[in-house]
């Protein structure tokens, strides 16, 4: 039987990680963005303050680059000595944007901090802030960006401790939107003795086993278009029979949002306006009081579409909402991109049963819909020529073998508008 402790889970803090592009934005909404990752990292200490934590884990990626900015730095040193003076201990691992063959200035660590070294991996013990033992706590940092061996091999439990964490800046599972660094599956580290496995290095926070506990805090602070929705950390109570419990904290200072806005049944141009603002509005909302950056997507059939092909209706409602939106405070929505997925109006009916070409092309697109594995092997073959080649397939080889439905979808309406068009000049 152990005691009762509580800890904060967080990865992939990217301290000072450039946000590029968005030249025309307003200078408010660049500096936002410049200053996010900071923010969330304060965040991080004012949680782990406020909820009274016996110390904090993190599992990699402290820093957005090896050669990790001064600011970044000193950034951390000043948040850790906050959790110092509260009696928070921290345990970290250097990932691969931030292993420790990159520069670094000399800086003192302060009291409570423990950072595990490079090449084989180490164990510290955690306490309560009573002085109890609470847990073993393990890791072991990149000693360089590329490290693509199983690291997980690596790791046992000892016997001395009531509970046992890991920390582990690696791919589990081979997920293929990030380098296959530190590969290992989940059958290796639910069978090693270990409670909980605190892991960095996906940027999507999820659970991928429960007791014992396998976990992606995901990143503190969403960093571009492709990160939506809320970051943080998971802050985690441990019983003293073992009894685990998570709950997620957002920490993201400024907040990446998708909206899907569907053109059906929306007549004129003012109309379609109108959709796109409550849906910025939704998107305020969801952000729970933190500016927004917000991409917008139109989709769907409608009397607009052949207005939307052009791209100048698209901009012209893109510098609108712009406008009309921005209003410098602490809960601001920016419109950075105003994106049109729409397509002709269709008799879907009446396609699914043409004799013709088109109508085959239909069919065949409903069964690559309903048949995940046939669509995966239809689109390999489709791209064979682009994966074959020496640049491009090495710079898209990740993402085969999870080519999206929706560009199913899309190839499918483009293909059949076209046709229906061709068909119409005759």
Known sequence: MGVSFRFIHAADLHLDSPFRGLVKAPDAVRTA?????????????DAAIEHEVDFVVVAGDLFDEADRSLRAQFALMKEWERLAGHGIAVYAI?????????????????DGVHIFGANRVQSAPAYTRGGELAANVYGVSYGERAVTE?????????????????????????????????PCSLE??????FHYWALG????????????HVVYS????????????????????????????????????????????????????????????????????????????????????????????????TAALLEQLQEELWREGSAWVYVHSLEASTFAQMDWAALAMDDGFTGELYRLGERLRENSEAWRMFARAAISDIDSHAKLGKLCRRSWDELPMDWLEEARLLAIEAIAEEGEKE
């Open 188 to 193: 290796q580290l639910t069978g090693g003795g």
């Open 201 to 212: 290095h996906i940027h999507k926070r999820e659970v991928l086993h429960q007791y014992p």
């Open 94 to 110: 250097h990932g691969n944007h931030d292993h420790l063959g990159g520069r670094r200035a000399r800086l003192k660590l302060p």
């Open 150 to 182: 199983n690291l997980a091999l690596s790791y046992a439990a000892d016997a001395d401790a009531p509970y046992h964490i890991a920390l582990l800046h690696g791919n589990v599972g081979g997920d293929p939107s990030h380098d296959s660094y530190a």
């Open 218 to 313: 995901g990143n503190s602070q969403g960093r571009n278009p492709r990160e939506i929705g809320a970051k943080g950390c998971y802050l985690v109570d441990v019983s003293a029979s073992g009894a685990t419990d998570l709950t997620f904290l957002p920490l993201d200072a400024v907040r990446w949002q998708e909206m899907i806005v569907p053109i059906e049944g929306a007549a004129t141009e003012q109309e379609l306006l109108s959709r796109l603002q409550a849906a910025a509005g939704s998107a305020s909302e969801e952000g729970e009081g933190r500016p927004v950056m917000l991409r917008l997507k139109l989709a769907g059939s409608g009397p607009l579409h052949a207005r939307l092909k052009d791209g100048s209706l």
């Open 33 to 45: 963005l410049s200053a996010a990752t900071f923010a969330a990292l304060r965040r991080l200490t």
